[in-house]
């Protein structure tokens, strides 16, 4: 009877042990067949891009995606600090991009992903995904400020003259303290360039020209234009909910402040309007700004299934049903053709104007990617503010202008 006792406490023993040594092995044996990917996506974004993910790793058996959030806007600094420790998919803006190429970050993404976002998405987009001609990031969103405006005191009709709108009612915008971003891009709408026709060349710019100095002249004689309100950026949405302003331009950003700000029924939203500078009536731009997701092959190393599977990854994060997803929960506006074209897209206010801004070169400027942008930032505004002040004289405008693209072009 004992010695029965013994064998089926020995078997007992015997089966908790080999299963203590299933337990044990099985993480291992997992761990060594799942290849895990570091995804970083936008601040306040990781709850929408659950979905795509669980999708993702359904499709893709053996891939499992850790989704952290990160702030977009510090990606290039977060990513250079220490590649190998970084994301292998990241999110970023595309002014970035020059510089995480120039760094060694980011590498040329595989033709057939080039080739996929050559065809689906727009034009510009593409052109926010390129460094010197060649695809380097997965575009999923596009950015334009536009144009918000008040029904019930200006037209449809009105709003595509600047002209009209400060004649029957009030524009606003920050000049003492000018927003290089909202009012540089005045410059290519006459013509000029920054940084070349691709925004790529260092000593492209050519601000210094008769062209140049009529923008300046527009921006003195708005200080004597009864239609302009000049705001500070504290008491933009204030005074445009007062009815001080009939119009201000902004972006997406700022939508959901507008709609508070008149009500939903009175907001108005369209493209910029166009503008009469020097003796020309020309067509208002703006800098325009492209979502990207891009993948850093650092923390793989030598494992290709791992940088295989990232650029897939961010392929999905991209595609159209994901943008379609994006657009629906973050108010992200599509880059993709076939989405901007869906009834969505298109019954939206906002989304419809911001795509026609970036529809084309007639509207927006692609943000240059070069380093040299921080330079542009500072001695642009400097000079657009002391126009607008008064601390620079109409006869110095043009050696003000050719000294700029100088500095800009000296700067490393």
């Known amino acids: 009877m004992k010695s029965w006792k013994k064998v089926l406490v020995s078997t007992a023993v015997l089966s908790l042990a080999a299963g203590a040594a299933?337990?044990?092995?099985?993480?291992?044996?997992?761990?060594?067949?799942?290849?895990?990917?570091?995804?970083?996506?936008?601040?306040?974004?990781?709850?929408?891009?659950?979905?795509?993910?669980?999708?993702?790793?359904?499709?893709?058996?053996?891939?499992?995606?850790?989704?952290?959030?990160?702030?977009?806007?510090?990606?290039q600094e977060n990513v250079k600090k220490d590649p190998s420790k970084a994301a292998d998919v990241f999110s970023l803006p595309h002014d970035q991009l020059g510089q995480l190429v120039e760094s060694g970050v980011i590498q040329e993404i595989p033709e057939q992903y080039a080739e996929a976002i050559e065809k689906n998405d727009t034009e510009q987009?593409?052109?926010?995904?390129?460094?010197?001609?060649?695809?380097?990031?997965?575009?999923?969103?596009?950015?334009?400020?536009?144009?918000?405006?008040?029904?019930?005191k200006l037209s449809e009709e009105d709003v595509k003259s600047y002209e009209t709108i400060t004649s029957k009612a009030t524009f606003g915008a920050t000049f003492k303290q000018m927003n290089a971003y909202a009012t540089g891009p005045l410059?290519?709408?006459?013509?000029?360039?920054?940084?070349?026709?691709?925004?790529?060349?260092?000593?492209?710019?050519?601000?210094?020209?008769?062209?140049?100095?009529?923008?300046?002249?527009?921006?003195?004689a708005q200080k004597d234009n009864s239609g302009f309100v000049n705001l500070d950026a504290n008491?933009?949405?204030?005074?445009?909910?007062?009815?001080?302003?009939?119009?201000?331009?902004?972006?997406?950003?700022?939508?959901?402040?507008?709609?508070k700000a008149v009500g939903a029924e009175n907001l108005g939203v369209a493209v910029y309007p166009k503008v009469t500078i020097g003796d020309k009536e020309v067509q208002q731009k703006a800098f325009l700004g492209v979502k990207l997701y891009a993948v850093n092959q650092a923390p793989a190393g030598t494992d290709t299934k791992r940088i295989a599977a990232s650029y897939k990854l961010a392929?999905?994060?991209?595609?159209?049903?994901?943008?379609?997803?994006?657009?629906?929960?973050?108010?992200?506006?599509?880059?993709?053709?076939?989405?901007?074209?869906?009834?969505d897209v298109q019954n939206n206010i906002l989304a419809q104007a911001v795509t026609q801004m970036a529809s084309s070169?007639?509207?927006?400027?692609?943000?240059?990617?070069?380093?040299?942008?921080?330079?542009?930032?500072?001695?642009?505004?400097?000079?657009?503010?002391?126009?607008?002040?008064?601390?620079?004289?109409e006869s110095n405008y043009l050696d003000k202008l050719k000294q700029f693209d100088e500095d800009i072009a000296n700067t490393k």
């Open 125 to 152: 987009a593409l052109l926010g995904a390129q460094y010197k001609g060649k695809t380097y990031a997965f575009p999923f969103g596009v950015e334009s400020q536009v144009l918000f405006y008040n029904k019930t």
């Open 22 to 75: 299933l337990v044990a092995n099985a993480p291992k044996a997992e761990a060594a067949d799942t290849t895990t990917i570091k995804l970083w996506v936008p601040t306040g974004a990781k709850k929408s891009y659950q979905d795509t993910v669980k999708q993702f790793e359904k499709e893709n058996k053996g891939i499992k995606v850790k989704i952290i959030e990160s702030n977009d806007s510090k990606a």
């Open 187 to 220: 410059f290519m709408s006459v013509g000029d360039t920054l940084f070349g026709e691709s925004g790529e060349d260092p000593k492209g710019t050519n601000w210094g020209n008769e062209a140049g100095v009529s923008v300046l002249k527009w921006i003195a």
């Open 315 to 343: 392929a999905a994060l991209t595609n159209a049903e994901s943008q379609k997803n994006q657009f629906e929960t973050r108010n992200i506006v599509p880059s993709n053709k076939e989405v901007q074209e869906s009834s």
């Open 235 to 259: 008491n933009v949405m204030s005074k445009f909910g007062d009815g001080s302003v009939a119009a201000i331009e902004s972006g997406p950003w700022d939508y959901d402040a507008a709609v």
């Open 361 to 393: 070169s007639d509207y927006t400027v692609v943000m240059p990617k070069l380093s040299q942008m921080s330079t542009f930032w500072t001695e642009s505004a400097a000079i657009l503010s002391d126009t607008y002040n008064g601390k620079i004289k």
